[in-house]
């Protein structure tokens, strides 16, 4: 981490598990150290750590946090018919958000790519497909002291073809003391709760989506809230926008 007058190395290791992903947060001469780890040399993820250190680099909180079966069994893939418990696949670390009050949320989210083949016989030429899914957005809640508070799936399933994944994915906000989430998804999910798993629908086609807003504080997730409408022709492009104020 660079400042002002010099560069510090940290070394982090954690006793019997493999860091997947790791990145560092600096906000109010705090610095969060928040990533996955693995209980094997898999590429899954079997829970959550965060660090606090205070600005002389000097540990505050440690707090290494593996899922519970049912929060395994609750970030498992929407409408999936395996009943098998097993750690979450493909998930990658995004960002630590931090608010006001030193609440800080470690947030990832599920992607993957897949290739699709077809070989169209009458003219012997095989055509390929890049399909980009993007899934659960995962929300790892810490108060100001570093104690892990409570794990949180927001359900979606995003599916398009050769785009990129350009309205997929999602984009976080704050306010004063909630974490805000904002995502396209298909006008078929309208009305459904924030945690209701057994029916979400896959948005396929950005043309009938509209702009959903999730709020998470202490109490839970909040039910979706609705920006736009499918008929308004608004969509929400997430790797190009981010928060101005609050």
Known sequence: QQTDAHLKEIELQLKDKWIRNCTVHWENNQIVLGGYFSNTNAFDVDGVFAILLDENFSIQSASIDAFSADELRSLQIPNSKSKEIVPLKDYNLNQIVMLDSGQFAVIGEQFYKQMHANYDSRVGVTNYSDVFNYNTILVSIYDAKGQLIKHVGIPKMQSTVNDDGYFSSYLVGKNANEFCFYFNDTYKNHGLLGDDLSKI????????????MLKINDAGVSKRSYLTQTSYKMRLIPSLS???RY
């Open 242 to 244: 981010e928060q101005l």
């Open 201 to 212: 629908k896959t948005m396929t086609n950005y043309r009938k989506t509209e702009i959903v």
